[in-house]
């Protein structure tokens, strides 16, 4: 269980990306974002960071030890900053191109430094515990870099 747990940003990744290349449209998306951006922001990027909200703030303990650190306080601001790329994703998947950018470049600061984190971890204290080392070390990266590359490739 705790693998298809750790899994769910990666499922919304790959879900995202289904929808997108199926070419089906939000109901709220903006109609200036190809579906695969609308479909990458609200459901790549948007629902696993609010998960990540909700985990760290309701299951602090649990989370640090499936990362493999210590429950700390700072969880809850993980939390804080979680909520609002996961709220600015939604809310980008609807108001277009330039909400679409800024939440990339946010989302690029909070999750690389989070990638680059876990990889000192690896490397540091060998520590390839499914939450560091596993599929959310990969939606760190990929997600944002997915992105950056749509909305370059949209020409704007």
């Known amino acids: 269980m705790q693998t ?6 990666a499922l919304c990744y790959a879900a995202a990306l289904v ?5 089906v449209k939000q109901p709220f998306g903006s109609p200036e974002l190809s579906p695969l951006l609308q479909w990458m922001l609200s459901l790549g990027l948007g629902l696993p960071s609010l998960w990540a909200a909700l985990s760290h703030a309701a299951f602090s303990e649990r989370v640090a030890q499936s990362i493999g650190w210590a429950p700390s306080p700072f969880q809850k601001e993980i939390a804080g900053a979680n909520l609002g790329i996961g709220l600015g994703a939604l809310a980008a998947s609807a ?3 330039e909400a679409a950018w800024a939440m990339a470049v946010m989302a690029a600061g909070f999750l690389w430094s989070a990638a680059a984190v876990h990889v000192v971890d690896m490397v540091r204290r060998k520590n390839f515990a499914i939450n ?10 990929l997600t944002p870099l997915t992105l950056f590359i749509l909305l370059l490739l949209r020409g704007g």
């Open 4 to 9: 298809l747990i750790s899994a769910f940003p």
């Open 19 to 23: 929808l997108g290349f199926l070419d």
């Open 95 to 97: 108001l277009g191109p």
């Open 132 to 141: 560091n080392a596993g599929p959310i070390f990969w939606w760190d990266i």
